[in-house]
């Protein structure tokens, strides 16, 4: 694995990302860096001049659970197959204040002195520029963007512009362009193929004294969208004129400057969408939205955004003692996991966030086995936002179960935004079925660390008894392997291997999934029997049923192979031959893109964990020794070529005692976006992989699980670390953890006494009585 | 298995298909039953005038080995696939002749009698209306039609006109129509949704005073293409009018009518093509073609066409005592084959011939499989064009095999026309590898039945030894298998399993495959030794890879199963759950029509015979207990949802011993298009199915094996018949055999003395002697 150094265009800072000297452009890489999102709206790093003529660029603004569809054509199509993709919606671009002096643009390209930033304490980014006209006059202009983690449906600029050598006129266009091109690839970015126009029909279109408004219905959609600005300037205008094109409206504003005085223009730019509202409806809810962001002005909004950040710090942030880069990666993830993430229930966390449209905004798996296990265990209300998400969408799993011939249950899809299946390719989409133990695993996972049982009541049993029921219409009690419950026709994880039967890390998690059911419903039968009887009335749900879910469990079969003691990846895997790796040049990685699927598909060879993976999260049901041999086969069989995958192996080599190993992938995932390790951040962040780094550290070197009465921790501090803490939201109480080479210091900030588990030792943690425990070197 | 009385439509005649009295028009079905093919070109049996308004139809003209290219779109899209279809091409339709009496148009729809009929003898088509004028005018109106098998480019029609009541003016309208819409599926076949305009870009359109003619570049495609035609009449017409559309060009002739004096005029349709000439020279060529035709004129050139097919029959007559339906679905079948199949060498025969554009018109596997184990034993020239096809394709398999990552070799696409892969879905398209081994089975069962050493001297060598490579390259000696040889990720004959490791059928036939190959390697060897030089130098093959393709045939793992004493579909098929055929009601089927191919993956379930398959084929290799044990645990498990299934059962059947079965299947196969069993023959006839008839009768119910110095016979007379006879044309000889319930008639009609075996007793068979040898009731 090759490390290559931090991205030389940033300095290494602790809260921030900023150009460093001699910086160079990296266009497409910068505006995904650069984006800036608050869970409804993102928008990506682009200047609000506009790219340059000829510079890639992949202009972006998205709104989260909002998406059209688009019919998918298949050249051979068969019963069943996924009907529409659901895309994530570009709404017109309002960022767009264009400075001229003497009708020559101000530029990024064009400037003296250039510095971008992004603060990671505020989430919010700067660019600030020395710039001079071709007559020698020269202005500083300062930028400021944050998407408001207040107010979710605000994009907020902020302009400071001073003349440093003149006093004379500027104008100042400000755009709302509901008809930019996008690239849709990378091998021709400089020409955008699509433009958002062709999935937005106008239905209103007003322009006011400082403000304009636009309203599309987006088409193939249910989906009404406003959008719209205003302006607060710190000085009037000279004169004003409206701009009406056809797909942009706007202003321009002439502004007289006076040497040294700094014009200050604040732009609101609002959006907001509608299943039910009609269009003037929409508009009043816009207005009265931009009435309030108005009279609060930029000042009191930064602030009430920057205390949201704040306290999602509180919460969240990790200290790395020693690492400034692996500092400066960890803030960069957790900041945008926090701003990706889907706050209303209705909304989830793309695979790329809202920061660019690869994967087209779609949500998978990696919410649940990734991006959840770090927010229930710091932020749970931000991780009881992504079930409902998926509660309200149980009508879209029960309609695909049915599709896929399950006479009840829930399946729901590999990709999704609105809850339809969207994935085009059923061997690596629908065949994965581990979905559904995902979701589970992820109700499980909040469950045990919130402790949020009126969740299950309203949600969490209905998807849980739903998608577990799936199980016993998938699988078959199999004669030929002594009755053991089989399941067959699957793919795992491991998109490099494709419908298989057993594949290990299905059927374990499937098992677990059975057992959580079960469990759930002996809680309900114990405490709540009313609430059972009505539940069973709903889902026509029978006791028969429920013990079928646990002989299934219990009946499961986990395969195993006696010779190589490891768990075999499913019934076939073994048998294959092992990829010829020492032939492999490292430009035929990842494989996907330059093997047919035939070729990796009869291969031992894997794109991800996918054993390993099963070993980290049903941690307590395999011994130590079992971890270590899989590991030790099934890593080098590994291309790591998904951004999941490092972040696991960090965790099971630090769990099976192999610090150094555990630490190389480490820093595979901490700074995989900032480094552009995989070489596709342009399309968007990883946000699987910016919270398996989060994972790697608190699960892999605090070695945290977190079991139903108790808190465990594994400490060890990577060799190259002074130490490292982080904060915890468990089980009603807020946490702090530092770990130190010789010991670590347990501290409850609030809640009751709990009791924690530090290298196999049981402890009482209490309140305002920190305890320092000394750390054993080898945890075996 | 139901088995409908024949097709009501139609009395059951030896050597023809006629309506009936009381025949209701079956549209598009008798669109494909009546229609004429060449091999060169096709046209369905749509009528002169054309479709009446509101009746369902599909018109089709086709160019065998012409095709146009249509890119693939795939939702998701992965190295490797395949980027384009290649679509047989549709040309102009020169069958237009309508009738005008007083300007009404005389049409079968408005006729008072009609009688439609393909003579089988003959290969011709007629039709015959009397129909009355709203004024009471009647017409008796004889048309007839031939697709030439002496003249490849021409189709023939010949229309005789007799006035039974008036003597008076007819004019008629002859059109050549280059704008035709035709129907993509049977949902709405009214409309047709596609025009054949759309793939062809006009070059050159010329009336003349007859004759008319236009050109067209095929888009997309490497082809010019020339369709016209001319006209002879047995009186001169009294005036002629010039039509000249967009897309139709065409005369208006007015003529004379006497009572009870026929008018008869014949109207020539060419078709030729190119890949090379220009405009003005494939033109110059379509000229003398044309002067050719037009000289011989309608009875030279009928008495060509009909000394074909009388050769043909004597070659290929399959004659049953007993049983008129089976007799004339069996001539049906044959009939069409010939007509369907390509003489040129560079075209082959698709899976629905030229009769409907079913597949796109592509060649799959059925060719080698089905067609060429009839053809190989009856009509060795015409076989030898199939394998000629393929060998002109060679470069395309190479280059197929290189983007596969098989660094030698060639691999051919699973379904083509031009030669490159145009399968949309992999998992049943380039994942059955086995295309190759029927290939080689294919020019084995060639060179076994015909001697044919020059064929492999010139092609099949190059053929066997560049597909037999593959193998090599594909599997691997594995260590978990005792070194067997095993073949992973590939999917055999039967596409309801997808993506298997060790499927029987393929391992089988790739161990033939390696071991003919060693074979042919040894007769170089042996007899050539600086033709094997060169070869080995041209191939850059050596010693040492034929020492591997041995040892992989002789390691070559076959599974078997101990338990149930059968060999298992492949490693996990055993121990998948069963289908429930119980409740799975007869609308359910085709089951690739309502069940996701993930549930039907999963079940033990087969489209088709797949281990049943290489019982037969590679009928010496196996005892016949364990076809037997194979045969009854599999057909239980098989839908037969493929036309290709029913046929090999039959076979298998009566190979055991089970006569009263075979017979069932048999029944299945031999009426498929004429009862229109699979209720698709609207799109075309099913070629391999056809084949299999002649299979189920020659290979199934006498027996016949062809080895390299016998023939092996055990025959068999299914309980409804009387008796049958076929012929032969094996080893250079020209065979008869007669069967009857007592005894096996023997006749050698051409050739040296050869060995037969009868019932397990070799005799030797000599000219001029026939031999009857009695029949053992238990051939066991």
Chains 1, 2 share one sequence.
Not at 29 to 34: G, N, Q, R, V
Not at 98 to 112: G, M
Not at 582 to 610: G, M, W
Request: charged share 20%.
């Amino acid at each position: 694995m090759k490390h290559p150094s931090p991205n030389p265009a940033f300095t290494v800072e602790p809260w921030a990302l900023s150009t460093a000297s001699g910086y160079q452009d990296q266009s497409m890489l910068d505006e995904t860096l650069f984006a800036l999102a608050n869970g409804y709206l993102g928008t990506r790093g682009t200047a609000e001049e506009g790219a340059e003529e000829g510079q890639f660029s992949c202009e972006g603004t998205y709104l989260n659970g909002v998406y059209h569809s688009e019919e998918i054509q298949y050249g051979e199509v068969a019963y069943g197959y996924a009907t529409h993709n659901q895309k994530m919606q570009q709404v017109p671009n309002g960022k767009v204040l264009q400075i001229f002096v003497d009708n020559e643009k101000v530029s990024q390209a064009q400037s003296l002195e250039c510095q971008r930033r992004l603060d990671m304490q505020s989430a919010s980014y700067q660019r600030e520029l020395v710039w001079q006209s071709s007559q020698g006059k020269r202005l500083q202009v300062n930028y400021q963007r944050m998407a408001s983690l207040s107010h979710p449906n605000l994009l907020c600029l902020r302009l400071e512009i001073t003349a440093l050598n003149f006093s004379g006129e500027i104008s100042i266009k400000s755009i709302l362009d509901a008809g930019y091109r996008f690239a849709a690839n990378k091998s021709d970015p400089r020409v955008g193929q699509l433009s958002i126009a062709d999935s937005l029909q106008l239905t209103r279109s007003e322009l006011g004294h400082s403000d304009a408004r636009m309203q599309h219905q987006v088409k193939d959609s249910p989906f009404l969208l406003c959008s719209g600005y205003d302006h607060h300037f710190s000085v009037p205008p000279l004169r004003t004129t409206q701009l009406d094109h056809d797909l942009q409206i706007g202003h321009q504003f002439e502004f007289a400057l006076n040497q040294n005085k700094p014009l200050v223009v604040e732009k609101y730019v609002l959006y907001n969408h509608s299943r039910t509202m009609d269009d003037t409806t929409l508009k009043a809810s816009h207005q009265s939205l931009m009435a309030e962001v108005r009279e609060l002005g930029w000042d009191k909004l930064f602030a009430q955004h920057t205390e949201q950040v704040k306290a999602y710090w509180r919460n969240s942030d990790v200290v790395i003692d020693g690492d400034p880069a692996m500092q400066q990666g960890i803030r960069f993830n957790l900041l945008h996991l926090f701003m990706s993430v889907g706050k209303d229930g209705k909304s989830n966390i793309g695979a790329k966030g809202l920061t660019g449209h690869g994967y087209d905004g779609h949500y998978f798996w990696d919410t649940e086995i990734y991006i959840l296990s770090f927010l229930s265990a710091t932020n749970p209300a931000l991780a009881r936002h992504c079930l409902e998400y998926r509660y309200h969408t149980l009508d879209g799993a029960r309609r695909r179960a049915r599709e896929m011939s399950h006479p009840s249950g829930a399946l729901y899809p590999w990709r999704t935004i609105g809850g339809d299946e969207c994935s085009a390719f059923f061997p690596a989409g629908t065949a994965q079925y581990h979905i559904n133990a995902a979701i589970a695993h992820a109700i499980k996972s909040y469950y045990l660390a919130s402790g949020d049982w009126q969740f299950i009541l309203e949600m969490g049993a209905e998807m849980l008894f739903e998608t577990a029921r799936l199980w016993l219409h998938l699988g078959h009690f199999n004669p030929r392997c002594d009755g053991r419950f089989c399941i067959d026709g699957v793919t795992g994880p491991d998109e490099y291997t494709a419908i298989v039967n057993n594949n290990f890390y299905t059927n374990a998690m499937a098992k677990a999934h059975l057992d959580f059911a079960v469990e759930v419903v002996d809680r309900f039968q114990r405490e709540d029997s009313e609430r059972w009887k009505s539940i069973c009335h709903q889902l026509t749900l029978t006791e028969e049923e429920v013990a079928l879910w646990q002989k299934a469990a219990d009946l499961m079969y986990l395969p195993y192979d006696e010779k190589l003691g490891i768990s075999p990846q499913d019934d076939s895997f073994l048998e294959k031959k092992p990829w010829d790796f020492a032939n492999t040049p490292a430009n035929q990685y990842p494989l996907l893109l330059h093997f047919h699927p035939l070729v990796i598909y009869r291969h031992q060879v894997l794109k991800q964990a996918d054993v390993v993976l099963a070993m980290f999260l049903l941690d307590d049901a395999f011994p130590q020794e079992l971890k270590a041999r899989n590991l030790a086969y099934y890593e080098p069989l590994t291309t790591h070529d998904s951004t999941l995958s490092t972040c696991i192996h960090a965790i099971e080599f630090a769990e099976t005692g192999d610090y150094e190993k555990a630490y190389e992938f480490f820093k595979d995932s901490v700074r995989m976006d900032l480094d552009n390790l995989h070489g596709n951040t342009e399309y968007g962040i990883h946000t699987a992989c910016m919270a398996g780094s989060w994972m790697s550290i608190v699960n892999g070197f605090a070695g945290l699980r977190i079991r139903a009465d108790k808190l465990v921790f594994n400490p060890s501090l990577p060799a190259h670390w002074r130490g490292f803490g982080f904060n915890l939201n468990c089980h009603g109480r807020h946490l702090h953890i530092q770990i130190s080479a010789r010991e670590t210091r347990y501290q409850l900030l609030r809640g009751d006494n709990l009791e924690i588990e530090h290298q196999g030792k049981k402890v009482l943690l209490q309140k305002d009585q920190p305890l320092c425990l000394a750390n054993q070197g080898d945890k075996a």
